[in-house]
């Protein structure tokens, strides 16, 4: 998983074996793992995307 670096560098890299899919349904954004393709979790707010996650 992708780390935070020291205060004020930010985050470094992407959050690996994660992927984030837009549901067609409610129109949230849910973060998958790519490995066992199991829902994680899913946005509070509609249209936002999670940051650093690779989108499919």
Known sequence: MAK???KGHGRKGEVKKRTQVLSGRNKRWTKVNAKTGRF????????R????????
């Open 4 to 6: 935070n670096g020291p």
């Open 40 to 47: 994680i979790d899913q946005m509070s707010k509609k249209g």
């Open 49 to 56: 995307a999670f940051k650093g996650v690779k989108m499919k």
